[in-house]
Nanobody, 122 residues
């Protein structure tokens, strides 16, 4: 069994900062990409930032320059540092990880956390 658990959401004023953390645990042989997605009310889930096992990052244009993604491969964790937050950043943020859970070529799966609410007040 694999679990992906987020933490760190909350309420912050515009211009403030928050740091989200995510940890994967369980029977894990390796992790490929890890990332953060968000979903605002009435909108589709969208990619915020992703990072490969080698550290290459993909950051959404809407948060570029404000958000930074990082990971610790030794701890199976990924973090999202969010600065200069705007009201439009308000959403439920989900952690995603592409995890090898079995010693077979097809033993990979996409795993999601339960989501953490980020609310930015104006």
């Amino acid at each position: 069994q694999v679990q992906v658990v987020e933490s760190g959401g909350g309420l912050v004023q515009a211009g403030g900062s928050l740091r989200l953390s995510c940890a994967a645990s369980g029977t894990i042989f390796s992790i490929n990409d890890m990332g953060w997605y968000r979903q605002a009310p009435g909108k589709q889930r969208e990619l915020v930032a992703a990072i490969s096992s080698s550290g290459s990052t993909n950051i959404a244009d809407s948060v570029k320059g404000r958000f930074t993604i990082s990971r610790d491969n030794t701890k199976n964790t990924v973090s999202l540092q969010m600065n200069s937050l705007k009201p439009e950043d308000t959403a439920v943020y989900y952690c995603n990880a592409h995890i090898k859970v079995a010693r077979t070529p097809t033993g990979w799966g996409q795993y999601w956390g339960q989501g953490t609410q980020v609310t930015v007040s104006s």
